[in-house]
Each structure stands twice: as C-alpha cells, then as structure tokens.
C-alpha cells in the first residue's frame, strides 16, 4: 500500500539521526503552509492530521479534509468525515481466523471470477496473536499450564493447521503462535513502536505508529502513545486490503490527572475510578486524552491499564503523550536505542513531546485528583459500576435480594465433601487479563499478599477456582525472581496458562459437585477476577454475581472465600497462631511493591522472551502444511467451513431496495452487548449449536468454546442471539434465546425460527433499546445477524464498533427519532414492518419510512434515521457488504 500521496502543501521535510536520513511529513511545515497555530491540538488529533497530510491525493483525502482537522482547533468538533489510514493492524486468533477464513474464501472467489487468488494479501502488515484459545480446565497444582496447553492444541488442531497454513500462504502477515500471551500486552512489550518506519523507493519514512485491531482493548497501546482502536473483524480485513477507515473527525475529551495515589490504593482502583466518571460523563464515540501534572506520578504500565479500558467507559481510545516515561518503557522492554532515539526526536519535532506545560485545548475536559482515589471493585454486571471495596458487601446483599433470595445466610451441603456453599461465595478467584497482568506493580502486589498470607497461616478457601494466566511470559520470570511465584502456588494461583481466559469467558467447568449444587438451589454465587469484562453470562454460566478487582484482592477474596462478608472490617481467617487475620494485616505497602519491582523486572527478561516469540512451543512447530495458495476446506471441519457470502457473487454491484414484509426476530431491552448477541462462552447441549455438534459426531467433551468456533459460521450462526441471559419481550418471562414465530405463534429457539421465516422468503428485523451492541468488537454479532436473515435493526442508539460492523455486513442500521422507541409504540412482535426511502439509494444518515401494521389491520407509520454514516458506507451496503465491495474492487 503506498505510505503517502500528492503532498500538495509540500510539507515532507528530512530528519537526520546518526548519520541516517528519514522522511517526514511535518506538522511544522503545515502551519507555515497556511494551516494556522496547530500547536495545541490534542496529541491524537495532531496524529490525524499527520495521517492526512500524508495520504492526501486529491481523492480519498483532500486538502480540505486536512484543513477541516486542523480547524478543528477553533470549534473542537466537527462534522466532517475523513479517510484514516492505519500503520498495521493486530488480531487475536478468536476475531482473526474468521478474518483469515474470509481470505481464504475471497481468494477462492478471486479464482471463480478469472483472476489471481494471490491479488488477495494484506496490504498493511498483520500481526495475528493466538491468545484467546486456552482454557482453565487444570488449575491449583504444578502442571496446570502444561495440562491446559496440552488440551488447547488438541482441541484447536484444525484451526492451527488453518493458522499455519494462512502464515504460509498470505504476505505481510505474521502469527504469534499459543503460549506468548494476550496481544495487546506483546503489542506493548514488543510489537509497538511508537514511531513507525517505511520503504518508499530509496528512501525511509518515518510517521506516528498507528492500529487497528479486532479486539476492542486494542487501546491499551494508547498508554505507550500509539493511537489505536478496536474495529471489527469486517473494519478489519478492509483495513488489511488497503481500505481506508472512515470516520468523523471525532471530540477529543480532556482528562486532567492530578496528584498521586494514596498508599495502599492499585493503578485497578485508579481505573475503575476513571471508567465510571468517564461512563457518567458520557463520551461514546470520542477521543479521551489525558494530561496534567498526575502524568507524572504513572508508570507506563498504569497508562496502559487506563488505555486499556476505554471500551468501558465507552470511548474510542484513551490515549497518553510521549514523554520520558515513554522511552523508559521502551527501554526496559527492549527496544533498540537507535528506535528509542528515532522515537524522541520525532516526537519532538511533531510537537507531540509532552513538555512540563503541556497544556492542548479539548472539546470538553473533566479532571480527577489521584489522592482521592479508594479502593474498588466493579459489578455485579457491568465494568462501568464501581463499588468502594467497603460497600462490596452491601451490593452483594443487594444483588442478592433482588435475585429474591430472602435467607442470605442459609447454606447447602455441597456431595463429597466437608463444606456447605453459602450465598455469595466466591467460586472464582482469578488473575487474569491484559489490562491486570501487564502491570508488574499489581502482580508483584498480589504475589506480596500471598506471601503474607502464608506467612500468617492462611489458605484459600475450597470451594474457590484459583488461577494465574498473565499477559506475557515475562511475568513469570519476575515473580519467579522475586521469590514470589511459590506462595501464589500454595494459594493454589499456579500459572495455568499465557493469555485471554477468565475475562473472555474461558474460565474452564467448575467442579461437578459445586455446579450442581448451585444449579440445584439457585444459587448467587461470584466471582472476582482481575479482568476488564464482567458482564452478565460471559465469566461462567453458574455464576451470577461477576466482579472485577485488582490482582492483590482477588488473591484476599481467595482466602475469605465469600463476598457477603465486609473484606475491609472481618477477618480473612484464623492465622496459625489462632488470632484472626485482617486485610490490612497482609497488604503491601507501595514502598515494598516499588523496590520489587526496581529490582526483579528487567530489560534482559524481555530480550530473552521475545528473541523467539514467533517460533512457538513444539506442539505449534510439529504442525505440517501444504504449499497451496488457495485453502483445501474440509467439509467435515467443525471448526474451518467456507463461508456463504461469496458464493454467488457477481461481477457488478446490487441494487438499492426497499425493505417489504418484514417481521420481529426480537424485541429486546436497553444495553443489550455483543455478549448477548455474538456467541461467546460455553456451547450447551441442548443449543442449537449443540445438536449441530451432536450431529456431526462430536461429543459433548469435545465442544470447546463458540469463541473457538468462530470459523464455522454453521455453528456462530446457530449461537447468534442465544446467551442465556438475554430476554426477548416477544416471550415475557423466558431467558436465552427463544422468540415467537409469527403467525404460528409457535415458540422456539432464535435459529430455528430464523430458518422457518427464511425458508417463508420473510425478511426480518431486530427491534431494541438504548445502547445497542456495547462490548466487544464482535465481528459475528453482526456476521450471525445477517445469516439469520435480518435486514435491518431498529434501536434507540448503537455502540460505535457494531454499527459499523453491520452496514459492513450488509445489515440497514436504523435509529428512532424524537422520543418514539418500541414502548411508546407498543410492540409485541406480531406486527408487519415495511421501510421504504431506499429503493433509489441512500445518503448518509438520511431520514427513512417505516410503516408497521399491526395484528388487527391499523398502520402507524413513524420516521426514523438511517445509520448509514458515510459515503463510504453507502457503497458497502450498495455492494452488499465491505468485504464484497473490495473484492470486487480488486478483480476490476
């Protein structure tokens, strides 16, 4: 892909660095131009319109679409939409093999038209991560890891064959095999490098590292100053084939920090603290920058857990400067001297060096003092609900009543064992997820509690699932060197695994007897995980009560073992001298966790984990591939099928039309996230996705995850909808995913009434609330949706990530207007929805008609907004969907 365009305002300039030349696009130059005083733009917005001036050809991006950014500093907002074009892009292997499926499936259909499949290779350079498959089925004793790694491979053998095989085929695509860690952690330690370098003929260009990536916490890397942002799989791929990401020159939000934490307080506290005041103060769809003295009170580390979480507090990217803490990190982690020098100077050159005045103008600004920050924890449903770690108990007690369980103390004998299970017992302790185990601060924390605890005669309590799964192998070295790993091995928090697995709902299966015991008495139980995600159904399908804490207190809630106890008053247990032991008896100062930290993390660490990171373990090595540059698909695959969407494909375009007929797959609620919608989690038996396993010989032992499915849209289709948790109005009263076929009245299962409307030629929509497709950037919430047969959705307002993802899917996005939504109208999903205003083509975000006829004959017809945002997007939908659109842009 070429790395820039017309230079019409002649703004490439030459930076000398140690005898070497790099070409530079320079934001100095565009001032004196005519762009005017740029300097105190926000650090992301001058990274823009670095991208701009670059990329500007007349075209795809004009000199007024780089004016437009750099007069953004008068209004602080704008309604222009821009052409952004991305450094690389990242992937973990749950959003990315669907991505390479589709690849595969784009050069197969390359091949049908008459032209080369090998026309189809990312054009930006692709580092996929496989960290999203291991699951914690072995846990508590010295040869957890091994056993659960074991297991990954035997169960992921075809999607690995797959991996290796698209490693082989595709250019400009590189995979990180199991067992390194979590992307965005070896995106930060080691991928990232802040200023990012080009060939372009003879000469190298040097330009801000900038990514996308299918994973929404793709934003930690904003800690290190790289703007980067979740997209989906769809965004993605586009990304990969040379597309450029439109958007709206977005509102960048101001975060000023100030002072310092207090001692005893965790960088988790810090951003619980933060994902609430920013959730409250509302900055969907924004930029969030922070600045401010308190900059200099935080590791890069704590940056990143703050970059991190972005998602939930819903913005775009909650990105940091470059400044001295920077370079450190580079350092310590690694990087060559000359990168660490290239990145200095052109950050001082751009004028994106933060500077002790350091001081840009915002669309708006909110500001937070660190010394006011208390200990937290976040739940029972959602990472935006913090809790004061005083009032965990009385939330729980709540969650409790209104469960509608009355008799908070009663407890039931659990077989085979010594013990009852009480209401609110923790039954899942874990260290787990990027945002957490990228920081050595919190970990060595947690290892000091377990220390103490030890020391003090204390044990997990035994009915908790403890686990330890860091980010990076380099955890592993510094806990080891700091004496600590053998205390977390008593607690029963051995390492059980390198990457994604609580959070992302691979918690593995509780033991048999605790689970029946829960299901049986319709228990509340918990769980405390270290993680960023805790909403409803993900963390595992016997708890109720999921809730996110920093790494030192999962370890402390291991030991007390239940969450209707106050941690901060009652004891953790009886110590081995008979006296009761209290949290502070056992908790670290930050003195003690900064001279760890000072003397057990170390550059060397990181030089010798990542000298052989892309060779893998030997079960990743010993897989053998063909030389093929088209896929051999295996019919039989349960996990690698060859997707639909290309199947028929012509040459030219399809036509605009207007939407007749429709009916109601689902009414649903407000908040409704792509954990309700995308599969994720556990398969049960009796699902859909279940009986298709069933069917095809696979026992239930052998289900795995959707997550590890996800390149079998046979069974993503059928898991579309179907969490457990989700309520559909259309069958008051019933959980999962269950609607009404219509006229029948026949109630049944979401897939299988979405085969009797297709098979009926009757087109569908999803009827829903406010905040529609929050949660992760999940490419088959909207994949699923359009193979279930909906032709648009109607709601109150969308999560940015999934509203893109379903125009890219060929999906009408559709929002209410002026207070009218699906009460108002009182829907119960036996009406007849007709939209009309498309049929001779759409304009971005234009009004359009939907007339609904009810059961007894009468018509309302109401105005809504179409949610097609761009121009860009007209032509995905127009096409039938972004990846049709380029593939037939690049057989043209």
């Not at 975000?845 to 761009?870: E, N, P, Y």
Request: glycine share 10%; net charge neutral.
């Amino acid at each position: 892909m070429p790395l820039c365009g017309h230079d019409t305002l002649k703004t490439r300039r030459t930076l000398k660095i140690a005898g070497q030349e790099f070409d530079y696009f320079s934001l100095k130059a565009a001032s004196e131009a005519g762009l005017g005083d740029i300097s105190r733009l926000p650090y992301s917005m001058k990274v823009l319109l670095e991208n701009l001036l670059r990329y500007e050809d007349g075209r795809s991006v004009t000199v007024d679409d780089v004016k437009a950014c750099a007069a953004w500093i008068k209004d602080r907002r704008s309604d222009r939409e821009i052409a952004y074009r991305p450094a690389r892009v990242l992937m973990q292997d749950f959003t990315g093999v669907p991505a390479v499926v589709d690849l595969a499936a784009m050069r197969d259909a390359v091949t049908r038209l008459g032209g080369d499949p090998q026309k189809i290779n990312p054009l930006s350079p692709v580092d996929l991560v496989i960290d999203h498959s291991v699951m914690i089925d072995h846990f508590g004793a010295a040869d957890s890891l091994k056993k659960n790694m074991d297991l990954e491979f035997e169960r992921n053998g075809e999607r690995y064959e797959f991996l290796r095989w698209g490693q082989k085929a595709f250019r400009n695509f590189r995979a990180v095999p199991p067992g390194a860690g979590i992307c965005h952690q070896i995106n930060i330690e080691h991928l990232a490098r802040v200023a990012w370098t080009g060939e372009e003929g003879k000469r190298t260009l040097v330009y801000p590292d900038t990514c996308v990536g299918t994973d929404s916490h793709t934003t930690m890397v904003n800690g290190l100053g790289v703007l980067g942002w979740g997209v989906g799989g769809i965004e993605a791929e586009a990304a990969m084939l040379g597309q450029p990401v439109s958007m709206l020159i977005p509102e960048v939000v101001g975060f000023k920090l100030t002072g310092k934490l207090r001692e005893g307080m965790t960088a988790t506290d810090l951003v619980l603290t933060v994902t609430q005041m920013l959730r409250k103060k509302g900055v969907v769809g924004k930029f969030v920058e922070f600045y401010g003295s308190g900059l200099d009170n935080l590791s890069l580390a704590d940056r990143a857990t703050i970059g991190n979480m972005a998602p939930e507090y819903g913005a775009t990217c909650g990105i940091f400067p470059v400044d001295e803490e920077t370079l450190n990190y580079l350092r310590l982690t690694g990087r060559p001297e000359s990168q660490i020098e290239l990145v200095k100077l052109y950050a001082m050159e751009q004028g994106m060096w933060r500077t002790p005045n350091w001081d840009p103008v915002f669309t708006d600004t909110l500001e937070l003092d660190m010394n006011t920050v208390e200990a937290s924890l976040a739940g029972p449903k959602r990472p935006q609900d913090r809790v004061a770690l005083s009032g965990a108990a009385k939330a729980l007690k709540e969650v409790l009543t209104a469960e509608g369980i009355t008799d908070h103390g009663k407890g039931f004998a659990v077989p085979g064992t010594d013990y009852e299970l009480n209401q609110g017992d923790v039954v899942i302790a874990a260290i787990t997820s990027c945002t957490n185990t990228s920081n050595p601060s919190v970990l060595i924390a947690a290892g000091l509690v377990a220390k103490k605890a030890i020391e003090k005669g204390l044990k997990r309590a035994p009915w908790v699932k403890s686990s330890l799964a860091p980010g990076s192998q380099v955890v592993q070295d510094y806990l080891e060197k700091a004496g600590l790993q053998k205390y977390l091995d008593q607690l029963g928090f051995n390492i059980a695994g390198f990457g994604c697995t609580t959070c992302i709902g691979n918690s593995g299966p509780l033991a048999d007897p605790i689970a029946t015991t829960i299901d049986t008495n319709k228990m509340v139980v918990s769980a405390v995980l270290s993680g960023n995600r805790n909403f409803e159904g993900r963390i595992s399908p016997h708890v109720r009560a999921n809730w996110l804490a920093s790494p030192p207190l999962v370890v402390a809630y291991a030991l007390l073992g239940n969450m209707q106890k106050d941690i901060t008053t009652e004891p953790l247990g009886t110590g081995s001298d008979g006296k009761p032991v209290y949290l502070k008896d056992i908790w670290p100062t930050t003195a003690e966790i900064q001279s760890t930290v000072a003397s057990c993390v170390t550059r060397a660490m990181f030089e010798s984990r990542y000298a052989d990171v892309w060779a893998g373990p030997r079960q990743w090595q010993a897989i053998k591939v063909g030389e093929s540059q088209t896929y051999s698909w295996n019919n039989k695959s349960t996990y690698v099928q060859n997707p639909p969407y290309f199947v028929n494909i012509a040459d030219g375009a399809g036509k605009f039309s207007d939407i007749k007929g429709a009916r109601p797959l689902a009414i649903l609620g407000d908040s409704v996230t792509t954990d309700h919608i995308s599969p994720a989690g556990s398969i049960k038996t009796d699902s859909p996705a279940g009986k298709y396993l069933i069917a095809n010989g696979v026992s239930k032992a052998d289900f795995n995850s959707y997550g590890a499915r996800r390149g079998n849209h046979e069974v993503m289709m059928r898991g579309t909808f179907a969490n457990i948790r989700i309520k559909n109005e259309m069958v008051p009263g019933i959980e999962g995913g269950i609607t009404k076929h219509i006229p029948s009245g026949e109630v049944m299962a979401i897939y299988d009434a979405s085969m009797k409307y297709q098979a009926e030629k009757t087109p569908l929509v999803v009827i829903a609330g406010k905040e529609y497709g929050t949660g992760s950037s999940r490419d088959w919430a909207a994949k699923g949706t359009n193979l279930l047969g909906v032709k648009a959705v109607l709601v109150e307002s969308f999560e940015r990530i999934h509203r893109s993802n379903l125009v890219g899917m060929g999906v009408l996005p559709l929002q209410f207007k002026d207070g009218t939504d699906r009460k108002t109208l009182k829907l119960d999903g036996t009406e007849v929805f007709d939209i009309s205003g498309i049929g001779n083509g759409i304009k971005p975000r234009q009004d359009v008609q939907v007339t609904i006829t009810r059961a007894d004959g009468s018509k309302q017809t109401i105005t809504v907004l179409c949610r097609i945002d761009t121009a860009d997007e007209v032509e995905y939908y127009r096409h039938g969907g972004i990846l049709q659109y380029v593939l037939r842009s690049l057989v043209a």
